[in-house]
């Protein structure tokens, strides 16, 4: 290019910018309005497409944070924002924050972040699983593991994908990422201990979930696997980076708007939230979102969305003896020997009923204290067919109106919960994998009675074996679920026992996880496990006697199967009966039982019989450097589908975690759809549901909700003293829909 052409386009492009300016406020033909803020990204090499806008302010009585994307000429409008002043920059991949900006709404805020100068810069702010796929997985001719006096893999471990399994979400990262700053570097306190290896031992006995931690490294077998995470942690540190870059958001992506605000405190952690009826979504409008802080709180957080203000409802217990959290085993890097958790009642997983009332699972005595009515010699029909000596978590009701708890004493133990849309509102649970029954609530009678054992039941899991059609005289084989301290299952023994009596029905080793209900009635759990898998109840005419239950196993070494999958975990069921399932391979499956094709029992129905029935979809990012398979090395704690189309992206929209990935992901007509929160990396969600809070308003009037569900909100990119935080996500027409 001649130098004349060169001065003409650096004319150019400076009369460019002076006509940009010029147009403020409507630049570029961004409307905003009082309650908005607008304004055009650039960097050096120019507009900067598919970024995000963040504006962050703590005026508001809580923290609160909105964050969306550019359009392709880097243009944002940062909509509905409360009176405050905020700080405004921006951030993207390739880029270097801009420079922070102090601001308010119905002002114009042009953004000028800088090129990432190498790839090291840029990579700090990629997702965990960038980072996490440079961990190297022992080759498949490695299995099985030979023990400590071996290769350092345990005898346990048959197969590269129970390895897998194990190092995502059903050890490693079922409480929180991996990947991220702090896990892929080793802290100071540790670094000088005699190798890598015994740093990363000496870093899981951290804290109140140390011996948690403990655990999860004897699964695998802690010699080899401190190893390499070790290597892992020590290649980082030499320079090693993510071999590829994650995309900026295209298309319906760019249309996301993320609104978060804080809502616990620095020591506590959030696992669920709840806005709605999931079978309504229309209940509760504009109202109160409650959540569940697990070991760490005896509250229910609450966070009104409308006025951005935050409190707290107590949670009673009681027994006097009912367990509390242990002490930390050894210092942590944050908290030192500190306990920050301090619960009784580990509230697990909360939800609304038709009439706004809040039901949740929560511990109101200790496990071994069982009542006598669940006991053999109880009248009750379920302790008569099943009796049960142990129930680790209990049921509670809090209604808001009254601002009063009931507490309901159950026999079998609770986790996750769902209300039925039948004439007794049932609420049934599951038990997170152990105790091998699956247990509901007859929630008409207990309002008619408050009897607790009138109003319970609960079930085994029985297959036709035989193929008569009718609960018969069953196998009744040992139930071996090794649970952890939380009640969900290790997954480490078989649902089914290797050869079926086909002259009885057979008994499930197994119990629910996840929990879904199907339009038709039936309800639908997974079971934890390799390579694990999904259960159907039907729980006929006269439950649990007439009670019966289908298993299907995820597809593994099944030569009839398009993709091998494995290890379910969260689950939902859409309007068509289809069940969705988070899998540990790196895939979201979809299950349609109506596709199957041999008979779903009888002595061959035991698990591999339906791999027509499965669909499997890798998710979204690279897979651990040395794996072949399919799948990817993001993690996926929980699934949920979107019936009523509260988010934008359609009716029954599958959604789940991207808990390595800093993500929701959605799946739309076989495609992904990723909405990542920006700031701050490290979002790491579980369960999820959607409200309307105007059907008439548009995209603005409803919207999906989840919380940080992460037990260590101080791993994330602002450290010691954040907080978990509500998170909505809307989908907008286009990103400049003010």
Request: glycine share 10%; aromatic share 8%; charged share 20%.
């Amino acid at each position: 290019m001649s130098k004349t052409r060169l001065l003409f386009a650096g004319v150019a492009v400076i009369g460019l910018a002076i006509v940009l300016v010029a147009q403020q406020p409507n630049n570029a033909g961004i409307r905003i309005n009082n309650d908005s803020i607008g304004g055009v990204v650039t960097s050096p090499k120019g507009p900067e497409a598919g970024v995000w806008a963040t504006a962050e302010t703590t005026d508001l009585p809580t923290r609160y944070i909105k964050e969306v994307v550019t359009d392709d000429r880097g243009r944002y409008v940062l909509p509905d924002l409360p009176k405050a002043k905020y700080t405004v920059w921006a951030r993207g991949y390739g880029l270097v924050d801009s420079p922070k900006v102090t601001s308010e709404p119905g002002k114009m805020v042009d953004l000028k972040p800088t090129i990432a100068p190498d790839a090291k810069t840029a990579a700090q702010l990629y997702p965990g699983n960038y980072w996490y796929a440079l961990m190297k997985v022992p080759e498949k001719n490695e299995f099985p593991g030979t023990g400590p006096t071996g290769n350092g893999i345990s005898t346990n471990i048959k197969n590269q994908g129970q390895w897998i399994h194990l190092i995502k979400t059903d050890s490693c990262e079922s409480c929180h990422q991996l990947g991220n700053k702090y896990t892929r570097t080793i802290p100071p306190q540790f670094a000088n201990l005699d190798s890598p290896a015994q740093a990363w031992m000496r870093r899981v006995q951290s804290g109140q979930a140390g011996n948690a931690m403990l655990g999860g490294l004897g699964q695998l077998g802690p010699e080899r696997a401190t190893a390499l995470f070790g290597d892992w942690t020590t290649r980082v540190a030499k320079g090693e980076l993510p071999a590829e870059a994650p995309p900026r958001p295209q298309g319906v992506e760019r249309n996301v708007v993320i609104t978060q605000w804080d809502w616990a405190d620095p020591k506590s952690y959030l696992h669920d939230e709840i806005s709605t009826d999931k079978r309504n979504p229309a209940l509760n409008a504009n109202g109160l979102i409650y959540g569940s802080p697990e070991e760490s709180r005896d509250v229910l957080p609450v966070l009104d969305p409308v006025h951005n203000t935050t409190s707290t409802v107590k949670v009673p217990y009681r027994d006097p003896d009912t367990p509390g959290q242990p002490k930390p085993l050894k210092a942590s890097t944050f908290w030192d020997e500190e306990s920050i958790w301090d619960s009784h009642t580990t509230v697990h997983n909360p939800m609304f009923d038709e009439k706004g009332r809040l039901w949740y699972t929560s511990r109101i005595r200790a496990g071994n204290t069982e009542p006598a009515f669940c006991k053999q010699g109880s009248s009750l029909t379920s302790a008569k067919l099943t009796p049960l000596a142990n129930s680790g978590r209990q049921l509670a009701v809090y209604d808001p109106a009254t601002k009063k708890t009931e507490m309901i004493d159950t026999c079998y133990a609770t986790h996750h919960l769902l209300f039925a849309a039948d004439a007794n509102n049932t609420l049934w649970t599951s038990s997170g994998g152990g105790g091998g029954v699956v247990g509901w609530l007859n929630t008409k009678v207990w309002d008619e009675t408050h009897d607790a054992a009138k109003a319970q039941g609960w079930t085994a899991l029985v297959l036709d074996t035989n193929g008569n059609g009718k609960r018969d005289a069953y196998s009744d084989i040992e139930q071996k679920v090794v649970t952890a301290p939380s009640g969900e299952s290790l997954g480490t023994s078989a649902a089914v026992p290797a050869i079926a009596d086909s002259a009885h029905d057979t008994r499930l080793n197994a119990a629910f996880y996840g929990l879904g209900i199907g339009p038709d009635g039936m309800i639908w759990g997974s079971v934890l496990g390799f390579p694990g898998g999904i259960v159907r109840v039907n729980p006929g005419s006269n439950p649990p006697e007439t009670t019966l239950a289908e298993y299907y196993e995820v597809p593994w070494n099944n030569p009839k199967a398009k993709v091998q999958g494995y290890s379910p975990r969260g689950m939902d069921v859409d309007g068509n009966g289809v069940v969705w399932v988070a899998l540990g391979s790196g895939h979201l499956a979809s299950f349609d039982r109506r596709k199957c094709k041999g008979p779903l029992n009888g002595p061959t129905a035991t698990g591999q019989h339906c791999p027509e029935g499965w669909t499997l979809y890798p998710s979204p990012g690279p897979n651990f450097k040395n794996v072949k398979d399919s799948g990817s090395a993001d993690s996926h704690y929980y699934d949920w589908v979107d019936q009523f189309d509260t988010l934008g992206l359609g009716k029954n929209t599958p959604i789940e975690t991207g808990n390595s990935s800093d993500s929701l992901l959605a799946l739309v007509n076989g495609k992904w759809v990723v909405m990542r929160v920006p700031y701050p990396l490290g979002f790491f969600a579980k369960g999820m549901d959607g409200r309307i809070d105007d059907p008439k308003a548009g995209w603005k009037g409803k919207g999906v909700w989840t919380t940080w569900g992460t037990r260590t909100p101080f791993h994330s990119e602002t450290g010691k003293g954040t907080m978990a935080k509500v998170v909505h996500f809307q989908v907008r027409p286009d990103p400049l829909a003010n």
